[in-house]
């Protein structure tokens, strides 16, 4: 199968997944639980998930492994089970993806914060290197680094993936729209900061998920383009922004509208696109068939 990278060279514009959490939580998973314990627990359920993503269309998908570091894994007692959870996780995605289907392993922030010194960059660097490695040993063609919001944790992770696997290394961010009209991390990074410091790092492929709806994420493509004109942009949008309806959040974009929007992401210039939060198979389905229409 060919690198994602050398897939994109075509012009091609590609289809990713959508939301492994909600869905999760749709099947019967309770708040408190541990996500990735499920790939043991409830082999068939997250295995179900993964299929339905590709039987909508998706040319890639991820994997439930966003958690699996182990300082996100000792709030639940599963320090030793790094290695294990995330190899079942990228085994039950290459099963769903078959032989023509890419798998983009899914590795989320750690919670620690270099700044405040609750960690050190060896500890990061370790942590992410056991992760990666057991998802790379299950199957995973591509690391996607996601929802990060410091470069420094998130070249720790770069770092790790280049120097121990052969993996393909996406980096996205998730940036919010302050008063000033700026798309800035909690931390303060901007498009353009994390685009040329991820380059700098080794990342493959750049680009942002969650924290905004599609239509958003046009301008943050945008941006990213003022850094890089050739870089591959993912782009992984919630289902619009969340609404609380009778206390619970319900994302309100359907999926016509939010193939709608993703037209707008594609001529800002981003090649993947997929979902977050509260996205659906329909969704994905709605936005291959856009793609396909754009092609």
Known sequence: ???????????????????????LQKSGMQPGECPELWCIDHRDIVLAIAKSYVAAGADMIESNSFGGTRFKLEH???????????????????????????????????GKMLLMGDVTEEELYSAFRDQIMALEKG????????????????????????????????????????MQG??????????????????????????????????NMADIVREIRTADTNIPILVHANAGMPVNVNGKDVFPEQPVEMAENAKLVIQAGANIIGGCCGTTPEHITAIKKLINGVR
């Open 139 to 178: 199957g995973a063609d591509a690391v996607c680094i996601e929802t990060f919001s410091d470069i420094d944790e998130a070249r720790c992770a770069v770092k790790a993936a280049k120097e121990n696997t052969k993996l393909e290394i996406i980096v996205t961010f998730t940036f919010e729209k302050t």
């Open 182 to 215: 700026e798309y800035r991390t909690m931390m303060g990074v901007s498009p353009t900061d994390m685009t040329s410091a991820m380059k700098l790092a080794g990342a493959d492929i750049v680009g942002t998920n969650c924290g905004n709806g599609m239509k």
């Open 76 to 110: 639940f007692g599963f320090t030793e089970r790094v290695s294990e959870f995330n190899l079942a996780a990228a085994q039950i995605s290459r099963e769903a993806a078959g032989k023509d289907k890419h798998v983009i392993a899914s590795v989320g922030p750690t």
């Open 1 to 23: 199968m060919q690198r994602i990278k050398d897939e994109l060279k075509s012009g091609r514009v590609l289809v990713s997944d959508g939301a492994w959490g909600t869905f």
